[in-house]
T-cell receptor, first 113, second 112 residues
Framework: AQSVTQLGSHVSVSEGALVLLRCNYS??????LFWYVQYPNQGLQLLLK????ATLVKGINGFEAEFKKSETSFHLTKPSAHMSDAAEYFC???????????WGAGTKLIIKP | ETGVTQTPRHLVMGMTNKKSLKCEQH?????MYWYKQSAKKPLELMFV???????ENNSVPSRFSPECPNSSHLFLHLHTLQPEDSALYLC???????????FGPGTRLTVT
């Protein structure tokens, strides 16, 4: 069965610093890959997705992620953190045969002033 | 209204009550989903409807009963819930099952 691992339930960075949120998946076949963000008291919002093609994917709010097949990773980055980035981030993978999303446990991003 | 809406946003119910959660999507999508989000646990998929037909039911207790009367509306009927059912219930929709999902704001359910 597929699984998704997000390293670190909490990540703290200073405002203006690089944001790196890690996501690894287990799959023998490259899946579809997603990052979602959840602000307090809200639903999940799609940040970006990878299906096919270019392995570096750009999303909303200045975030991007790179699909690395050899490392089975899809890490999320942003060059400079902003206070408004404080939220919980979820990585998800979708099996190309049944399209069911498998979710990571989430990483809470804390921005220090 | 745009996107995916859910009502009510908050619900407190006793263990013997019957209530329903409502989800409506204004995106013209063909697939709809119910998820349960509990603290410190990954998102749990409960039900999937595609073209108004239930296609997934992930071992959810029978005290949760979904209903999809048309492609825009999804309900979750609740009865005789347990305190451990307290959670955020999220509805999502997608163009079809192979496309990305769009989420509503959720209903925060507390069972007393």
């Amino acid at each position: 069965a597929q699984s998704v691992t997000q390293l670190g339930s909490h990540v703290s960075v200073s405002e203006g610093a690089l944001v790196l949120l890690r996501c690894n998946y287990s799959s023998s076949v490259p899946p579809y890959l997603f990052w979602y963000v959840q602000y307090p008291n809200q639903g999940l919002q799609l940040l970006l997705k990878y299906t096919t093609g270019a392995t570096l994917v750009k999303g909303i709010n200045g975030f991007e992620a790179e699909f690395k097949k050899s490392e089975t990773s899809f890490h999320l980055t942003k060059p400079s953190a902003h206070m408004s980035d404080a939220a919980e981030y979820f990585c998800a993978v979708s099996d190309r045969s049944n399209y069911q999303l498998i979710w990571g446990a989430g990483t809470k991003l804390i921005i220090k002033p | 209204e745009t996107g995916v809406t859910q009502t009510p946003r908050h619900l407190v119910m006793g263990m013997t009550n019957k209530k329903s959660l409502k989800c409506e999507q204004h995106l013209g999508h063909n697939a709809m989903y119910w998820y349960k989000q509990s603290a410190k646990k990954p998102l749990e998929l409960m039900f999937v409807y595609s073209l108004e037909e239930r296609v997934e039911n992930n071992s959810v207790p029978s005290r949760f009963s979904p209903e999809c009367p048309n492609s825009s509306h999804l309900f979750l009927h609740l009865h005789t819930l347990q305190p451990e059912d307290s959670a955020l219930y999220l509805c999502a929709s997608s163009r079809d099952r192979s496309y990305e999902q769009y989420f509503g704001p959720g209903t925060r359910l507390t069972v007393t």
